[in-house]
């Protein structure tokens, strides 16, 4: 009596489904800290301000300012603590998004494509805006800012963006299987970041045998690679922008990987452990 009919859909109709549920759960996620989306934005941006301005007197302080690259000084603070602010952001996002057995995978269209790409855009759409909001008030407040090569500047932020994305989508998937292991492992990461990152100096001036301490990290060699497109005097020479893709691609691989194995074993009594 009742015959169920089987609805065929072309590709580009699963795209656009697929575009349309991203969309509407990555507006889910931006307004998630707080129900106006401005507002959720303007948190970022005086979160990123106070952080930004928390180095600059403890570099003004402690005299780090000779360190720095000659040109305007808080470019060169934005260069390395928003690129890192945004690295970070967005593995955190990535990782806390909605898992196998979270209850918005009960909904037919949702599934954890969407709730990683979701959170991955959240956190691209956020930190751009927070960026450019930034940018505006140094330009117009304290000084005009000028980027030697904005293509490229913009290039290396969407690559840390998408390095954020990768490890996030590896610390999602291990998540569910260590908990408490992940996220102390998360937390050390992020607190090696602090220094190894090299946000608080260049690398050019660093002696030869302090660069294998820092150059395995891909973010790293992102910010050095950021300030050689920010800076006309400043030719990077020590650091890639290959390194950090070929890197993120792997860990890509990896994390998919992961992720698809363990939405395959998914279990519900997975959320009591957490």
């Given at each position: 009596?009742?015959?169920?009919?089987?609805?065929?859909?072309?590709?580009?109709?699963?795209?656009?489904?697929?575009?349309?549920?991203?969309?509407?759960?990555?507006?889910?996620?931006?307004?998630?800290?707080?129900?106006?989306?401005?507002?959720?934005?303007?948190?970022?941006?005086?979160?990123?301000?106070?952080?930004?301005a928390?180095?600059?007197?403890?570099?003004?302080?402690?005299?780090?300012?000779?360190m720095?690259?000659?040109?305007?000084?808080?470019?060169?603070?934005?260069?390395?603590?928003?690129?890192?602010?945004?690295?970070?952001?967005?593995?955190r996002?990535?990782?806390?998004?909605?898992?196998?057995?979270?209850?918005?995978?009960?909904?037919?269209?949702?599934?954890?494509?969407?709730?990683?790409?979701?959170?991955?855009?959240?956190s691209?759409y956020?930190?751009?805006?927070?960026?450019?909001?930034?940018?505006?008030?140094?330009?117009?407040?304290?000084?005009?800012?000028?980027?030697?090569?904005?293509?490229?500047?913009?290039?290396?932020?969407l690559?840390?963006?998408?390095?954020?994305?990768?490890?996030g989508?590896?610390?999602?998937?291990?998540?569910?299987?260590?908990p408490?292991?992940i996220?102390?492992?998360?937390?050390v990461?992020i607190?090696a970041?602090?220094?190894?990152?090299?946000?608080?100096?260049?690398?050019?001036?660093?002696?030869?045998?302090m660069l294998?301490?820092?150059?395995?990290?891909p973010?790293f060699?992102?910010?050095?690679?950021?300030?050689?497109?920010?800076?006309?005097n400043?030719?990077?020479?020590?650091?890639?922008?290959d390194?950090?893709?070929?890197?993120?691609?792997?860990?890509?691989?990896?994390?998919?990987?992961l992720?698809?194995?363990?939405?395959?074993?998914?279990?519900a009594?997975?959320?009591?452990?957490?």
């Amino acid at each position: 009596m009742f015959v169920s009919s089987r609805k065929t859909r072309s590709m580009v109709g699963l795209i656009f489904n697929f575009c349309e549920v991203t969309f509407h759960a990555t507006a889910r996620k931006v307004r998630k800290t707080h129900g106006n989306a401005i507002l959720a934005i303007a948190l970022s941006v005086v979160q990123s301000l106070l952080f930004i301005a928390a180095f600059y007197f403890m570099f003004s302080i402690l005299g780090g300012r000779g360190m720095a690259i000659r040109g305007n000084y808080l470019l060169y603070l934005m260069s390395g603590i928003f690129i890192y602010l945004t690295h970070i952001q967005t593995l955190r996002q990535v990782m806390m998004a909605d898992g196998p057995t979270s209850d918005m995978m009960q909904h037919a269209p949702m599934n954890t494509l969407v709730s990683i790409a979701s959170a991955g855009l959240a956190s691209l759409y956020t930190q751009f805006v927070s960026l450019l909001c930034i940018l505006l008030l140094i330009h117009t407040l304290i000084e005009p800012v000028e980027i030697h090569y904005w293509p490229g500047a913009l290039g290396m932020f969407l690559l840390v963006w998408f390095s954020g994305v990768v490890l996030g989508i590896i610390f999602m998937a291990l998540k569910s299987w260590f908990p408490e292991f992940i996220n102390i492992l998360s937390m050390v990461y992020i607190r090696a970041n602090m220094i190894f990152s090299g946000k608080m100096f260049v690398a050019n001036m660093m002696p030869a045998m302090m660069l294998p301490v820092f150059t395995w990290n891909p973010l790293f060699h992102i910010i050095d690679q950021m300030r050689g497109h920010v800076f006309v005097n400043y030719v990077p020479h020590n650091t890639s922008a290959d390194y950090p893709l070929y890197m993120s691609l792997v860990f890509l691989l990896i994390g998919m990987m992961l992720e698809h194995y363990t939405r395959l074993h998914a279990s519900a009594s997975w959320n009591a452990k957490r």
